[in-house]
């Protein structure tokens, strides 16, 4: 069964009966498709036969989207971040998939989801996503917002997983 609702505006049927529209390509994205660069990074890094089956997740921090690659020329678009940035690089890589013959199957397993927005930037009055740093310990995270006097001291963890008396 062909998930595609209309093949000209690239309109798939996806989780929760949302609809994934992808935008038509720019001239600099078709030249990102026929480069054979982007050719390599399919076969090498998403269809890498070490991953095959385990969600690419890593893909998600710079792109909004997670794949999965199925075998060596299928994989299945499992989440994507409903903004212009996901969309388009979705967009590319199933133009790529297409080139190349090999299939990249969205259909309703696959999550469309709103940018997590958490906060707005002063500035410019835009929604900007808020995430903590990479190198904040846990333990600085939940300190950050309790009084002076409730400190990391009283809730630390030891090794094991156990309070400490």
Excluded at 38 to 52: A, N
Excluded at 75 to 83: G, K, P, S, T, Y
């Amino acid at each position: 069964m062909d998930n595609k609702i209309d093949k000209k505006t690239r309109e798939y049927e996806v989780s929760g009966n949302q609809k994934l529209t992808l935008p038509l390509l720019s001239i600099n994205q078709m030249q990102i498709v026929v480069d054979e660069e982007s050719e390599l990074y399919v076969k090498e890094l998403i269809h890498d036969e070490q991953s095959l089956g385990f969600p690419i997740i890593s893909m998600y921090q710079k792109y909004g989207l997670i794949l999965q690659a199925i075998d060596a020329t299928s994989a299945h678009v499992l989440l994507v971040i409903n903004d212009n940035s996901a969309l388009g690089t979705l967009a590319i890589l199933t133009k790529i998939y297409d080139r190349m013959g090999y299939k990249l199957i969205i259909d309703k397993m696959t999550v469309l989801r709103p940018p997590c927005v958490e906060d707005t930037d002063e500035t410019n009055g835009e929604a900007v996503e808020q995430r903590p740093p990479q190198d904040t310990r846990e333990d600085e995270i939940i300190n950050k917002d309790m009084p002076q006097d409730i400190k990391s001291t009283q809730l630390k963890i030891d090794v094991v997983g156990m309070e400490v008396a």
